[in-house]
């Protein structure tokens, strides 16, 4: 199985980028990311998973159980700005229409029995922190971690500057050891803010059973199935990541590399 799944050109109905739990090889995680033009519509049903739309760029119109939000999004790049996003439970059918001349648009899903009210996530509510110091200082924003409903989902955005280090020290979430560590997939979707932009992840284990140095480009998406996950920004090259994350319990505790832990005091 490749960790890395590389950019394509859009599909006839705009899809960018496809992982599911088959695709992974795993249980939890499910990403698709789409680039829409004005009057395009995307119609899903949630089924038997929830579902957080993240609004990558570009405005749409969102009808979902119900509800009817005419105008979500604004931000004209994922570097400018905070997200809108929508939370929708399972067993929801759910519309997005492009409004703006073109929308890019994340799902991020995972599987859920009741999940949560359906809600309208405004950048207001996003909280953000400064994380690391030096070049390992990054902003993390959280969408849909903890503090928000849900059932086994959780989902943020990080902007890291180039030449920076990110997801560091490096630190793992592969084991159920709770309240030590929990077991989550995850994905990472990466863009850069120039479009030759590069940056390097690498996924490894104590054991090096897992050792992989991945060359990352603009709108590749990188799976993260086990072991220590750190990221590089290349020098000039400002990095932008989307995480989603699932396991069988919905809480982000991880472990550190204790080669680099002493990084943390």
Same mark, same amino acid.
């Given at each position: 199985?490749?960790?890395?799944?590389?950019?394509?050109?859009?599909?006839?109905?705009?899809?960018?980028?496809?992982?599911?739990?088959?695709?992974?090889?795993?249980? $939890?995680?499910?990403?698709?990311? $789409?680039?829409?033009?004005?009057?395009?519509?995307?119609?899903?049903?949630?089924?038997?998973?929830? @579902?957080?739309?993240?609004?990558?760029?570009?405005?749409?119109?969102?009808?979902?159980?119900? #509800?009817?939000?005419?105008?979500?999004?604004?931000?004209?790049?994922?570097?400018?700005?905070? =997200? +809108?996003? #929508?939370?929708?439970?399972?067993?929801?059918?759910?519309?997005?229409?492009?409004?703006?001349?073109?929308?890019?648009?994340? @799902?991020?899903?995972?599987?859920?029995?009741?999940?949560?009210?359906?809600?309208?996530?405004?950048?207001?509510?996003?909280?953000?922190?400064?994380?690391?110091?030096? !070049?390992?200082?990054?902003?993390?924003?959280?969408?849909?971690?903890?503090?928000?409903?849900?059932?086994?989902?959780? #989902?943020?955005? !990080?902007?890291? =500057?180039?030449? +920076?280090?990110?997801?560091?020290?490096?630190?793992?979430?592969?084991?159920? /050891?709770?309240?030590?560590?929990?077991? @989550?997939?995850?994905? $990472?979707? +990466?863009?850069?803010?120039?479009?030759?932009?590069?940056?390097?992840?690498?996924?490894?284990?104590?054991?090096?059973?897992?050792?992989?140095?991945?060359?990352?480009? /603009?709108?590749?998406? !990188?799976? #993260?199935?086990?072991?220590?996950?750190?990221?590089?920004?290349?020098?000039?090259?400002?990095?932008?990541?989307?995480?989603?994350?699932?396991?069988? !319990?919905?809480?982000?505790?991880?472990?550190? /590399?204790?080669?680099?832990?002493?990084?943390?005091?």
């Amino acid at each position: 199985m490749s960790l890395l799944v590389s950019s394509t050109a859009p599909a006839a109905d705009g899809c960018l980028v496809r992982v599911t739990p088959e695709s992974a090889g795993w249980r $939890y995680v499910g990403f698709e990311a $789409y680039r829409l033009h004005r009057g395009a519509r995307l119609e899903r049903e949630t089924g038997s998973r929830e @579902l957080c739309l993240v609004f990558l760029s570009g405005r749409a119109a969102v009808a979902a159980a119900g #509800v009817k939000w005419p105008e979500v999004g604004g931000r004209e790049s994922v570097f400018e700005g905070l =997200p +809108h996003s #929508v939370y929708l439970p399972p067993g929801t059918t759910f519309a997005v229409e492009a409004v703006s001349a073109e929308l890019e648009i994340a @799902l991020c899903w995972a599987p859920a029995e009741t999940g949560s009210e359906p809600v309208l996530i405004a950048p207001g509510d996003c909280r953000v922190e400064r994380r690391g110091s030096g !070049v390992t200082e990054r902003e993390v924003r959280n969408i849909l971690m903890e503090e928000r409903p849900a059932e086994s989902l959780l #989902v943020t955005e !990080v902007i890291t =500057p180039g030449g +920076h280090w990110s997801s560091y020290p490096p630190h793992k979430h592969d084991t159920d /050891d709770l309240p030590r560590e929990a077991y @989550l997939e995850e994905t $990472y979707y +990466h863009r850069t803010q120039r479009p030759e932009g590069v940056a390097v992840q690498l996924l490894y284990t104590e054991d090096r059973d897992l050792d992989e140095a991945l060359r990352v480009g /603009d709108g590749d998406t !990188v799976l #993260v199935p086990r072991g220590y996950h750190p990221v590089s920004a290349g020098p000039g090259y400002d990095l932008y990541y989307l995480n989603v994350m699932a396991g069988p !319990v919905r809480t982000w505790r991880v472990t550190y /590399d204790p080669h680099h832990a002493w990084q943390l005091a």
